[in-house]
């Protein structure tokens, strides 16, 4: 299970720091995504971490201004967004992903959070 939490308002420029705690699963054996949905669109990649929690991607959109972390010992992967846009307003989930390489694909992940909700006003 993957709890998703963190999102909320932010004006444009500001910074927010999502979490998401896994429970359930060998968090350590899974490399860990981030990816976004607006409203009618399909989710889009954000942001992985490879499961040592060295090796992390972005999406160009948020490259420079979003950093992913992971950290085994707590059984967590954060995102940290600093340089908000209102075009980063969003529902954000993370998810969990045993597959090989830099998974940005949907149907690469088998675990799924709930989505937190970030809101950047202009």
């Known amino acids: 299970q993957l709890q998703a939490s963190g999102g909320g308002l932010v004006q444009a420029g500001g910074s927010l720091s999502l979490s998401c705690a896994a429970s359930?699963?060998?968090?350590?054996?899974?490399?860990m995504g981030w990816f976004r949905q607006y409203p009618g669109k399909q989710r889009e990649f954000v942001s992985f971490?490879?499961?040592?929690?060295?090796?992390?991607f972005y999406a160009d959109s948020v490259k420079g201004r979003f950093t992913i972390s992971k950290d085994n010992a707590k059984n967590t992967v954060y995102l940290r967004m600093n340089s908000l846009k209102p075009e980063d307003t969003a529902v954000y989930y993370c998810?969990?992903?045993?597959?090989?390489?830099?998974?940005?694909?949907?149907?690469?992940?088998?675990?799924w959070g709930q989505g937190t909700l970030v809101t950047v006003s202009s």
């Open positions: 998810a969990a992903s045993t597959v090989v390489g830099v998974p940005t694909r949907t149907e690469d992940y088998g675990h």
């Open positions: 359930g699963l060998q968090f350590r054996m899974y490399g």
């Open positions: 971490v490879r499961r040592s929690g060295s090796g992390t």
